[in-house]
């Protein structure tokens, strides 16, 4: 592959990915270690991407205002979700009372509730099936069903979340950004975030290493109004924050 065309190909991995490994460029671009390396440093030097240990970000924020079908989202990042999903399970404990946003990262985490002293309130209609044939306490907000993210969402699914005060909540994300906080692209499903996420003590994000630095149309909390739980992070910026949860370091 031509050098030049390999360095587009690594602009738009980055892009795309917002964070890739030089393990993942050279099984990608079937190109050695040093050679990863020397096109970071290019791209790097010409501020094309942000060069990092052991690999790269994207530089700057993405902003994104349409979202992806549940389908298309389901096979992305599954390792990083497993990994995720796993430690916010453990999370749960006898008596809790819990709320789970929809979403394919927060439904990964479902595998791996063992916890049956809890009681959950969920908008995800998939979520409340999978909880129900595991044989755990389960409610489903009411309201309007968004075909696209298979959640309930509009404000009937708002007025419901009034009568309940949880005791730890597990929310997806589009976005992270520490000035725009967490984002989505839909109003409705925003502010049925916004009003779960007030009722609860304890709240979680739970997001990949992709969704940091891109920004949606609607913001449902501050930065820091929540603990993330992520793998690894790869942005500098976010290195010092201490609300993130890096399971991959614990």
Do not use: W
Request: hydrophobic share 40%; charged share 25%.
């Amino acid at each position: 592959m031509l050098a030049e065309k390999r360095l587009s190909e690594i602009v738009a991995i980055v892009e795309e990915k917002r964070s890739v490994t030089v393990t993942e460029l050279m099984d990608i671009l079937s190109a050695s270690e040093s050679t990863v390396r020397r096109d970071l440093n290019v791209l790097d030097g010409n501020g094309q991407i942000k060069k990092v240990h052991g690999g790269a970000v994207a530089v700057g924020n993405t902003y994104y205002t349409v979202d992806a079908d549940v389908v298309s989202r389901k096979d992305q990042n599954n390792d990083e979700k497993v990994r995720i999903g796993k430690y916010a399970a453990s999370l749960i404990k006898p008596g809790d009372f819990v709320f789970i946003d929809a979403g394919t990262t927060t439904e990964v985490m479902l595998d791996y509730i063992t916890e049956k002293k809890a009681t959950f309130v969920t908008n995800g209609i998939d979520h409340a099936r999978k909880l129900s044939q595991m044989g755990l306490t389960t409610y489903i907000l009411g309201g309007e069903f968004k075909a696209t993210t298979e959640a309930i969402v509009g404000e009937e699914a708002i007025e419901s979340l009034n009568k309940y005060n949880f005791t730890i909540g597990f929310f997806g994300t589009n976005g992270i950004a520490v000035n725009n906080g967490y984002s989505t692209p839909d109003v409705k499903e925003a502010m049925v975030k916004k009003k779960a996420i007030r009722h609860c003590r304890n709240r979680y994000i739970l997001s990949d290493s992709s969704k940091f630095t891109k920004i949606s149309s609607v913001i449902f909390a501050e930065f820091e109004s929540a603990r993330i739980i992520t793998t690894a992070v790869h942005d500098e910026a976010y290195r010092n924050c201490r609300n993130i949860v890096e399971v991959d370091k614990l």
